[in-house]
């Protein structure tokens, strides 16, 4: 514990001096309200330790075990199907979503309401994480699916409102957060290690480019609709 923890401290402790030492010696500002600084720091480090520790010994073994028990269900559909339900019910619950969504409501005064671009990303995040799945049981190549995906991105990009392209493409990245990915890297790397003809290397990634192209496909589609 107490080494996880000095680990932790040697990532955040630097990003601050820097940050302070940029704000007096260049800026030459002082720090505001320092004795709340201090405190934030603190619990920045126990937070950030606690949370890298929870997704060691939660997040990342069970999504493992769940990809590797997938394939129980003893149906590639259900298996695809599955990936879908917990693509779209992880996205539902990542915090950067929802703090995107907010700022994207209030900014197209309300042309864009929150939940429809929430349970738009979730869909998309679900289907690329579908496609993702069915690579693995199919052992298709990333190629094969990443480059028409691609193509497809591009051609709605030049199609959809100039305002939606920017809050598509972030919300591909809001979904890349602490919840998404450690879950569904981890069921993916397991249900490729279970198979033994594929290569978890060849096969266990790629998938959250496969969710976050999902993602911007389908704010782009609901972006044109709201055009419309």
């Known amino acids: 514990m107490l080494k996880d923890l000095f680990g932790t401290f040697k990532s955040i402790t630097p990003i601050v001096l820097g940050l302070i030492l940029f704000q007096l010696l260049v800026l030459r500002r002082p720090l505001e309200k320092p004795h709340s600084f201090i405190g934030g720091y603190f619990l920045s480090l126990i937070g950030l330790f606690l949370f890298l520790k929870g997704l060691t010994l939660c997040l990342l073994p069970l999504?493992?075990?769940v990809g590797a028990n997938?394939?129980?269900?003893?149906?590639?559909?259900?298996?695809?199907?599955?990936?879908?339900?917990?693509?779209?019910l992880s996205t539902l619950a990542e915090p950067a979503l929802h703090a995107l969504a907010m700022e994207a409501e209030e900014l197209s005064v309300g042309a864009l309401?929150?939940?429809?671009?929430?349970h738009a990303v979730a869909v998309g995040f679900g289907i690329g994480m579908a496609l993702?799945?069915?690579?693995?049981?199919?052992?298709i190549s990333s190629a094969t699916i990443i480059v028409p995906?691609?193509?497809?991105?591009?051609?709605?990009?030049y199609?959809?409102?100039?305002?939606i392209v920017g809050i598509a493409f972030d919300s591909a990245s809001a979904t890349t957060g602490p919840i998404n990915i450690p879950i569904n890297m981890a069921v993916a790397i397991g249900l490729s290690k279970?198979?033994?003809v594929t290569d978890p290397l060849l096969y266990g990634?790629?998938?959250v480019g496969l969710t976050s192209l999902g993602a911007a496909i389908s704010v782009l589609i609901v972006g044109i609709f709201v055009g419309i």
């Open 63 to 65: 999504g493992e075990s």
């Open 113 to 118: 309401p929150k939940q429809v671009l929430i």
């Open 132 to 139: 993702g799945i069915a690579k693995i049981l199919f052992q």
């Open 70 to 88: 997938l394939i129980v269900l003893d149906n590639k559909f259900w298996i695809v199907a599955a990936g879908f339900l917990l693509g779209y």
């Open 205 to 207: 990634f790629g998938l």
């Open 149 to 157: 995906i691609l193509f497809v991105t591009i051609i709605l990009t």
């Open 194 to 196: 279970i198979l033994a």
């Open 159 to 163: 199609f959809a409102p100039a305002g």
